[in-house]
């Protein structure tokens, strides 16, 4: 027998927790959720229409894994609240179902000989693939959500990539573990395993302090405790406070009709008051036949719409419906020749630096009755934290494609 003293040694490991079982309930939970957050990943990345315009895209080397695209839709108006808040959501609630998922396999990992086949040397790579890459996109995804945009630029590079990595492995690793799992979880408890299985189990184990069923349970608690305190900042009101645990999106917006999260504050991305002041803030659009300067009296002038309509930011937190007042992104194209079918359009800001002062927004977007530049909110004119003097809101859109402090709109040139 090899030295117990060494982790690669069955012995070493002692809990009487670890089995077959025990590893095959966390598996098939993980199978439904990570299978949840890959489509709904996936789906978030499309709807910044990375493939409309390069100040769009944050992955232009992504070739291929770019196959899916689509033009992200306006309706329903709260898709990218949805789609994303469950994809933070589920993210955070799984960490402990992993985190004790990878503790049921840990002896696996240390196992020697490396590798006893060319077969078992690729499951092996697969699986250091899959570990890794689990590890990695949770906690680039959390270290995002928390500290807002720790990887200035390259959060999205990084976590996109990361996830294709890992999720081949863990196509790899369902194929030929599913059996494994579900066989299982078939069967009773007195019954023997499968074989390959019955290496999880400690040849000499501890006494037990919990039973399998107790540590299940304290797992799904602590699940339960962190979807409790994450799922209040996606659905917004008064439920945000119960987001402990969620704590971006800006200091508490308070009361009023701006009282409604704010991410990144006027000051904070260095907006000039003066540049802002009606005397001096003007409207640039350009398209097919020219060029127009609008001040705020030539927009108020202008029929003015109504929409009902959340800020959504890929953190997950989301708004709930706020009432915008505004011009009409078609009817603004029309003033540049743009009379019928309005094209795509690249808005820029105010703001000089940073990552968010441009986007750009495709012709469905700019066509849907909806979209607004907006310059009232809940009522009153925009707060300079939410993009006073104009704002870009848009249905379904994630927030990033929601440009405030816009100075101007380029229709038909991105
Ligand atoms: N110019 C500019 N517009 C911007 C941003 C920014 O940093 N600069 N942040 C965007 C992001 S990421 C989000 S989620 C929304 C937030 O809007 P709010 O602060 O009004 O809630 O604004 C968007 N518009
Ligand atoms: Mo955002």
């Not at 999880?200 to 405790?225: E, K, M, Y």
């Not at 996606?234 to 009709?257: F, Q």
């Not at 002038?301 to 800020?311: D, G, T």
Request: net charge positive.
């Amino acid at each position: 027998m090899r030295d117990q003293r060494l982790p690669s040694s069955p012995g070493f490991w002692r809990s009487p927790l670890r089995g077959p079982r025990f590893t095959a309930v966390l598996g098939v939970v993980l199978l439904a959720g990570i299978t949840v957050m890959f489509v709904t990943g996936l789906v978030s990345y499309a709807a910044y229409n990375p493939d409309l315009a390069s100040v769009n895209d944050k992955t232009p080397g992504k070739g291929l894994l770019g196959f899916y695209l689509f033009a992200w839709p306006t309706d329903p108006h709260w898709l990218y609240r949805l789609t994303q808040g469950v994809h933070v959501t589920l993210g955070v609630t799984l960490v402990p179902v992993l985190l004790a998922k990878l503790w049921s396999v840990v002896p696996r990992l240390f196992a020697l000989p490396p590798a006893r086949s060319l077969a078992h040397a690729l499951e092996r790579i697969s699986l250091l693939l899959l570990v890794g890459g689990a590890l990695f996109e949770f906690t680039t995804g959390l270290l995002n959500v928390q500290l807002d945009y720790i990887f200035p630029g390259s959060f999205y590079p990084l976590h996109f990539y990361g996830a294709w990595v890992f999720f081949a492995a863990f196509v790899v690793h369902a194929v030929l573990k599913v059996p494994v799992a579900l066989r299982n979880l078939r069967h009773r408890h007195d019954e023997p395993a499968a074989p390959e299985e019955n290496e999880l189990v400690s040849p000499r184990p501890d006494r037990p302090t919990v039973s399998r069923r107790g540590a299940l349970g304290l797992v799904g608690g602590a699940s339960l405790l962190l979807f409790g305190t994450t799922v209040g900042q996606s659905l917004g009101g008064p439920l945000r406070r119960t987001a402990l645990l969620a704590p971006h999106g800006g200091p508490d917006p308070g009361s009023g009709p701006g009282g409604f999260q704010v991410n990144k504050t006027a000051a904070y991305v260095g907006i000039d008051p003066a540049e802002t002041r009606d005397e001096a803030w003007r409207l640039v659009v350009t398209g097919r036949t020219g060029t127009v300067r609008l001040s705020r009296a030539d927009l108020l002038a202008m029929p003015l719409h109504s929409a009902a309509l959340p800020i959504a930011c890929v953190e997950g937190w989301s708004t709930r419906d706020q009432w915008w007042r505004g011009v009409r992104l078609r009817d603004l194209a029309a003033l540049v020749g743009h009379d019928t079918d309005p094209p795509d359009v690249l808005v820029e800001s105010l703001q000089r630096h940073g990552p968010f002062r441009v986007a750009a927004l495709r012709a469905n977007q700019v066509a849907d009755p909806r979209s607004l530049l907006a310059l009232f909110a809940n009522g009153e004119p925009l707060t300079p934290d939410h993009g006073h003097p104009a704002r870009i809101i848009v249905p379904a859109a994630p927030g990033v494609l929601n440009t405030k402090w816009v100075a101007r709109l380029n229709f038909g040139d991105l």
